[in-house]
């Protein structure tokens, strides 16, 4: 079943899978543009482990983007970067994951690689530079691909996926928490009565949750369930989990008894039971959210409009969203050359 945990999907069954995700692969664009529906159930069903970081590279437009800018990690990474940036993203690396045995020892290849990627963000965006944000989701990243690789999919996630999100200022997450909270309103009316009648605003606890994909939030086997549907169907998968935990967290007037108050509330948000966390229930309740990426669009139109209103235009104007793999492979075409899979097995 779709829902099943990653850890019980049998042997066979998960060869079985990697033989289906290999074909994918290697027909990548004829997949997406044709049979995309097929490959967006395979994600929801998540991705075989072997195959998680390469599958990423491609369902990102990171592939893409990296045969068309060949060498381009490589002329970034032997530049040494803006010092204020440097000294930043340093005191930042032990940070991420400590217990990985990655991310462990000060000065580890893990550590280094984090750096270089974070380096060569600021180098390429210089108007952007570095958000505390970005290195959860680069050592995700580092976790599963090589340095470059990594890079290119952090390029993909930061100007497709969640433009304007590690800007300066910040405005358009806090848009995107006034999205979440016009969402909940239909999702879950209890929850948002209380949030609302508490004066919570959504900057206050779903930051943390957008800007790092809830990799600094969920269980590390949730948290790679939810990146194979982000990456495959873009931000509303990111928006849907928000909306599960706000819903099961406050969506009772039962549970609402144990948080009277604004501090009650927001301890209660810092604390999500871990039931509701938990892979299987996740990904079938996130499956049931109705929310489109149509509606998230309406949604940020008239958002947008009460922003101009009350606050005047954005200071940081961010290129426009893209929902996922098959809107991203439109706007980047591939090349024949583009998909071609580099081995790591030569017979």
Known sequence: SRVSRSQDVPPEVLRQREVKWLDMLGHWDKWIMKRFNKVRLRCQKGIPPALRGRTWLYLSGGKVKKEQNQGKFQELDHQSGDPKWVDVIEKDLHRQF????????????????????LKAYTLYRPEEGYCQAQAPIAAVLLMHMPAEDAFWVLVQICEKYLPGYYSPGLEAIQLDGEILF??????????????????????????????????????WASVL????????????????????????MLGTREKLKACQGQYETMELLRAIQPRYMQEAFLVREILEIPVTARELEREHHSQLKRWKKNRGELNFKSPPRMHGTRIIMLAEPPRRQDLQQNPTILV
């Open 225 to 248: 369930r939810v990146w194979d549907m982000f990456l495959c169907d873009g931000v509303k998968i990111i928006f849907r989990v928000g909306l599960v935990l706000l819903k099961c």
């Open 182 to 219: 016009a969402l909940l309103r239909r999702i879950s009316p209890v929850a948002y009565r209380h949030l609302e009648k508490h004066k919570i605003d959504p900057i206050l606890y779903m930051t943390e949750w957008f800007m790092c994909a809830f990799s600094r939030t969920l269980p």
């Open 98 to 117: 400590p217990f990985h045995e990655m991310f462990v020892s000060r000065g580890g290849h893990g550590q280094q690689d984090l750096f270089r990627v």
